[in-house]
T-cell receptor, first 108, second 116 residues
Framework: GIQVEQSPPDLILQEGANSTLRCNFS?????LQWFHQNPWGQLINLFYIPSGTKQNGRLSATTVATERYSLLYISSSQTTDSGVYFC??????????FGKGTRLSVIA | GAVVSQHPSRVICKSGTSVKIECRSLDFQATTMFWYRQFPKKSLMLMATSNEGSKATYEQGVEKDKFLINHASLTLSTLTVTSAHPEDSSFYIC????????????FGPGTRLLVL
């Protein structure tokens, strides 16, 4: 099946800083989603982005499907952005496959 | 976005008992639902794909007799952990996908299971 690699595994930011999270995947995809898992475990859908660029407030994401990677940008980070960010691509009709995540801590 | 609910949100049970977790798709009919398992500080691992009206498809290494999945209607899938043991303690998350297939996969809030 598809392999997913996320980097960095851990990230500590000062409040207000910007960051880029990366997701590499091993196969062509027809879906890719970014999630934020909050401290209670709930997965929050951030983006559905099999290709192209999308923006939502301080977050934006870009997927370059031909080069098999996706990036999640967080600008002007806030303490509430802390948590784990997962990339989950999908190939064919399979379910989403999750990377190991990036654990983000934003400190005041 | 679509809403997927899970019940219970957390459960504590004695070793040897069975526990049923319900997953409901509240605003669309989900012909396909998925069950994931997450250990502390780890990623989500797919356990099985649940198809309405047919048998579930289990991932390699997942015991189908241990984790019984039933998808009896287009809005409800259940996961029963049979004869639970402490090593079954985990966070179980269900997910639903619209019948069109290529769209967003929606996730429930998860169920924390603790087996004593």
């Amino acid at each position: 099946g598809i392999q997913v690699e996320q980097s960095p595994p851990d990230l500590i930011l000062q409040e207000g800083a910007n960051s880029t999270l990366r997701c590499n995947f091993s196969d062509s995809v027809n879906n890719l989603q970014w999630f934020h898992q909050n401290p209670w475990g709930q997965l929050i859908n951030l983006f559905y982005i099999p290709s192209g660029t999308k923006q939502n407030g301080r977050l934006s994401a870009t997927t370059v499907a031909t080069e098999r990677y996706s990036l999640l940008y967080i600008s002007s980070s806030q303490t509430t952005d802390s948590g784990v960010y997962f990339c989950a691509p999908r190939s064919g009709n399979t379910p989403l496959v999750f990377g190991k995540g990036t654990r983000l801590s934003v400190i005041a | 976005g679509a809403v997927v609910s899970q019940h219970p949100s957390r459960v504590i049970c004695k070793s040897g008992t069975s526990v049923k977790i319900e997953c409901r798709s509240l605003d669309f009919q989900a012909t396909t639902m998925f069950w994931y398992r997450q250990f502390p500080k780890k990623s989500l691992m797919l356990m099985a794909t649940s198809n309405e009206g047919s048998k579930a498809t289990y991932e390699q290494g997942v015991e189908k007799d241990k984790f019984l999945i039933n998808h009896a209607s287009l809005t409800l899938s259940t996961l029963t952990v049979t004869s639970a043991h402490p090593e079954d303690s985990s966070f179980y998350i269900c997910s639903a996908r619209r019948p069109t297939g290529l769209e967003t996969q929606y996730f429930g809030p998860g169920t924390r299971l603790l087996v004593l």
